[in-house]
């Protein structure tokens, strides 16, 4: 059974290709790596794939139904500087955004969607910023908040945007626990990635990205310096070890 499957999908900005010809299939219950340098389309691919952005050409399946009618068990982690931080909201409200599709949009949430919501925002260490500002709140704090709005959403198929990108250590640890829990509970992750050192560790699958796919499978298959040198043309030098010396900690 595939979580997702993916099929042909090309996105032009401006005319200007930035994915062709993406085909790739997820299996349930699996957590992958899309990885690729700057501008390979990453962030582009999974909002195509959400359907944020039109497409050229493609088509796009969640457990074998077109995505369309699949919505409701998508949950999807933004880029952190792609959200508006600015926008004036507080972290419960934010994490229980993430109810509306059981909620209902313009209807309160009941007292046990609240007890929810801040069950999840306990699960992140974030009880006690429940009513700050997120304006107001660090890179790693937004960042836990998303998570546990992605937490309350109680979703099928997860798609995070560099969720590691600028947090602390401790943060990072808190996600890759997430992540490692919802695969656990037979969830399907996907997970836009730039840390070569930690893809060993942390991922099942790896979709290798530079506009169109250069490979795609399971992490020890496609993790190769061949292939890594494919994706980033010259500029993999400095990582020469990088796929050898990953393996610390489980
Ligand atoms: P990644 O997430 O892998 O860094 P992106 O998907 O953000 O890459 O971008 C892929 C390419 O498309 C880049 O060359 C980028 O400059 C371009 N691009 C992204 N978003 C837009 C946009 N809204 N308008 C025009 N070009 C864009
Ligand atoms: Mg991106």
């Not at 794939?49 to 399946?61: D, H, K, R």
């Not at 109810?99 to 974030?126: D, P, S």
Request: hydrophobic share 40%; charged share 20%; with cysteine.
């Amino acid at each position: 059974m595939y979580a997702l499957s993916v099929k042909d999908i090309s996105v032009t900005y401006d005319k200007q290709l930035a994915l062709e010809n993406v085909s790739f299939a997820v299996p349930e219950g699996s957590i992958t790596g899309i990885i690729g340098p700057n501008g390979a389309g990453k962030s582009t691919l999974i909002k195509s794939i959400l359907q944020l952005l039109p497409t050229l050409s493609g088509n796009v399946e969640v457990f074998h139904k077109p995505i369309k009618s699949q919505k409701k068990i998508i949950g999807y982690v933004p880029q952190r500087s792609e959200v508006d931080w600015d926008f004036p909201t507080n972290a419960l409200d934010v994490v229980l955004m993430g109810r509306y599709n059981h909620i209902g949009l313009f209807k309160r949430a009941n007292k046990k969607e609240v007890t929810w919501a801040k069950t999840c925002l306990e699960k992140v260490g974030m009880q006690d910023y429940a009513t700050r500002q997120i304006s107001q709140l660090s890179g790693g704090q937004q960042q836990r908040v998303f998570l546990a709005r992605a937490m309350a959403q109680d979703a099928k198929v997860y798609f995070m945007d560099e969720p590691f990108a600028g947090v602390d250590a401790s943060t990072e640890k808190a996600i890759i626990q997430l992540m490692k829990e919802w695969k656990a509970e037979g969830k399907t992750v996907l997970v836009v990635h730039h840390d070569l050192q930690t893809v060993n560790d942390y991922f099942d699958h790896v979709l290798l990205l530079n506009k169109s796919p250069i490979a795609y499978g399971e992490t020890q298959t496609v993790f190769t310096l061949d292939n890594l040198e494919q994706a980033y043309g010259g500029k993999i030098a400095f990582l020469q070890k990088a796929p050898a010396t990953v393996k610390e900690s489980t």
